[in-house]
Each structure stands twice: as C-alpha cells, then as structure tokens.
C-alpha cells in the first residue's frame, strides 16, 4: 500500500509542477532561447495540467467570467483528485500482482512507467465535464471538443510516469526486504504463446483494421448523431485507433516502410510482453491481465514512438520539443484494446490448461504467493520436532 500511495503522490505532485511551470513560458526571452516553436509546443503540452484559471480562455469581461473560472478550478482539482485515486489503484494491484522480487522489477518498473499516462488520461477524461462547463460555449460541439480534451494529457505525462516508476519501484523494494520471495508461475510454452497471440490478435484489429484511413473514415462520417451527441466520430476515433496508415503510395517507400516497421514492432513488444505477464503474476486475474495488456499496448506505442522519432528529419524546422510531441498519444484506444486483450488472453490462459487454478475474480487476497498452492499436499508437522523453513518452489 505504501508504495503505490507514494506513487500517487509523486505522479500528481508533479504533473501539478508542471502544469504551474506554464507561465515560466510567458517570460520575455523564452523564445529567444527555446524558439517559438518548441515553446508553443511546450505550451501544448503543460496548459491541460495548468491550475491558473486564465487558461480557461475566458473572457475576463465576460459576463459570469467568475463564475466559468470557478467551474475551471473546480474541474482542476477534479482531475489532480482522480489522477492520484487511479494511479494508486493500478499500481496496488500492480505491485501485489507482481512483487519486485525474482526477477519481476524490471516488469514491475515498465508496467507503472505505462501505467502513468493511462491515469493521467483517465484523470482528465473524468474531470472532462467541468472543464467543457467553464467554457462559455461548452455544449457547442461538445463530443468533438470531449474527444480534444481526452487526448490532452500529453508527452508530459510519459516523463512524470517514468520518474514516478522508478521511485515507486525502489520504495517497493525497501518495504518488500525481508519477506520470504514470492514464486514465480511455470507457464508451459504453448499455453503462453497462445495466449500471447490471441491477445495480440485482439491489438491488430485495432492498429492494422481500424486504423486504415478508409475504415477511420467510416467511423469519422458513418454516424451523425443529434443535438448534443452530434459528430461522435473525433470520439470514436480516439476510443477505437491505435494508429492510421494508408498505402505505400501517399508517401515515399522508404518512409512508408518505416512507419510500418514501427507499428509491428508495436505488436512484437505486446506479443512479447503477453507471453511473459502470466509467468510474472503470483495470481492470474481478469483485472490483472486486463490492466497488464495496458501496460503492453502502451509499451508498444512507446517503443514505435521512439524509433520514429529516431528517425524524424523535422528537427531543424519544428525544433527538437517536436521530436517527443507523439509520445502519450492513443492512450484511450490503449485502454479499450487493452482491457478486450486482457480478458480475451485470459479466456485463452483457461482454454489452454495454461494454470489450473486461474481465477476470473478478486477472490483471496492475491499476495499469498504460488498458484499452485492449492493443488500441494500440506506438509505433516511434527508435535514434537520442531518445523523447519519450508523454501518456496523455484520457477
């Protein structure tokens, strides 16, 4: 518990200290020494975790002016309040699921890293009401501007998740010295690479399916909506893409070769990393293995990222702040995909005779070690021998 209540604090400790870093852009000479460019970017980035009400593009003169900026505050501290309650959420079961003992701190460390922008984005989502209300115009086009403020969280929050992983992980190994290694599951191989390919499956429908820019064209016109629900297609393209590609022909080869390179290494990092999560839990849940194909979604996006940005030219005409403005990006299709994938890898974890004693819910208190404890014989004690130390099974 105190570790994840350490991460929460972190995390929204400073995602605060970055949105109140906003106005340090306002000075005169910022963009004389970070260019104009990386400077509206930076903007870009820390004004969705801003606390000062001017951002609320309020008119000051404006009649109820203190009123939108009231409801601007409101929704502030809605969001630092619901970053901290989510982040704490997904990093107690992440830490209890996975320990950082016998080899899963590096799991544990890329799993909170990733859980990061996820709480981020679901803070946002869910302050999202009260923000569109500080809006003089918040019912016009609200789906549309729901969808623009989902997908604000920004690459910031990929900075503040990595800090927080790293302090929340060395805090977890502090508080877990001492105590007796938890197991690690044996996984038979075929049970996992199933697994792993039916989860993966369930991402590529998203990432190769979806997201071609015919069928996200569909999605943007095929629904009207009325009234307040009209245009729901910026929602749900932003709910459902994982990318957008198109043929070879709307780019050079090279480029386009590229582009696709990253999103299969998107999928090879969740292959991967879906293979491993089973072995790595010390209870094998629905909610684990939903929040765990998150974590591999986000790790996969992660990765594309970066070696786009590797290979990006536009440094020396958007200035380098762009190189990183894609990172945090389709974290809410990470989410829907990622919980499907989740579940569906469990179904097939089951089907498989992968653990036999799966369990689709949070029954026991999940921290009591090996999954195959149910099916070992108690050992006989002695009244009179004293009991010796049983050692833990070895992966």
């Known amino acids: 518990m105190i570790p994840a209540v350490f991460g929460g604090l972190l995390i929204t400790l400073l995602m605060w200290w970055a949105g109140a870093s906003a106005q340090a852009l306002q000075l005169r000479g910022s963009t004389s020494v970070l260019g104009i460019d990386s400077v509206n970017e930076l903007r870009s980035w820390l004004a969705p975790w801003s606390y000062d009400a001017s951002t609320a593009s309020v008119d000051p003169g404006a009649v109820g002016a203190t009123r939108y ?25 992440l830490i209890r699921r996975m320990p950082p003992t016998r080899g899963r701190t590096p799991a544990l460390l890329l799993a909170l890293w990733a859980w990061g922008p996820v709480a981020c984005t679901l803070a946002v989502t869910l302050s999202a009401p009260w923000l569109l209300a500080s809006r003089e ?52 191989p ?40 009209s245009e729901p297609g910026d929602l749900l393209r932003e709910w459902l893409l994982l990318g957008s590609w198109a043929g070879p022909s709307t780019a050079p080869l090279g480029d386009w ?46 990765a594309s990222e970066l070696l786009r940005t590797v290979a990006d030219d536009t440094v020396t005409v958007w200035g380098p ?14 989410l829907t995909f990622g919980v499907l994938a ?13 653990v036999g004693d799966v369990d689709s819910g949070n029954g026991g208190d999940g921290d009591g070690g090996d999954g195959n404890a149910a099916k070992s014989p108690e050992p006989q004690i002695s009244p009179v021998s004293p009991v010796s130390p049983v050692s833990p099974p070895q992966a």
């Open 69 to 93: 900026a009231d409801l601007y505050r409101t929704a502030m501290q809605i969001r630092f309040v619901a970053l901290f309650g989510v982040f704490v959420a997904g990093a107690l079961l």
């Open 137 to 188: 115009h918040g019912s016009y086009r609200i789906l549309p501007q729901l969808a623009s403020v989902i997908s604000s969280s920004g690459p910031v929050s990929v900075f503040a998740g990595l800090s927080t992983a790293v302090l929340t992980v060395l805090v977890a190994r502090v508080t877990v010295k001492g105590e007796a290694p938890l197991p690690r599951r044996a996984v038979p």
């Open 190 to 229: 075929r049970s996992a690479r199933v697994t792993a390919s039916v989860g993966t499956a369930v991402v590529a429908v998203s990432l190769v399916v979806l997201s071609h820019v015919s069928v996200a064209g569909r999605l943007q016109t095929s629904f009207s909506g009325r009234g307040l629900l």
């Open 257 to 302: 070769l590229l582009y696709r390179a990253a999103d299969l290494l998107t999928l090879a990092v969740v292959w991967w990393s879906l293979r491993l999560l089973p072995g790595l839990l010390t209870r094998i849940t629905v909610p684990a293995m939903a929040v765990g194909a998150v974590c591999a979604i986000l790790l996969g996006l992660l």
């Open 321 to 334: 702040v762009h190189l990183f403005s894609g990172l945090g990006s389709n974290v809410p299709a990470a």
């Open 342 to 354: 989740g579940t569906a890898a469990f179904v097939a974890l089951r089907l498989t005779g992968g």
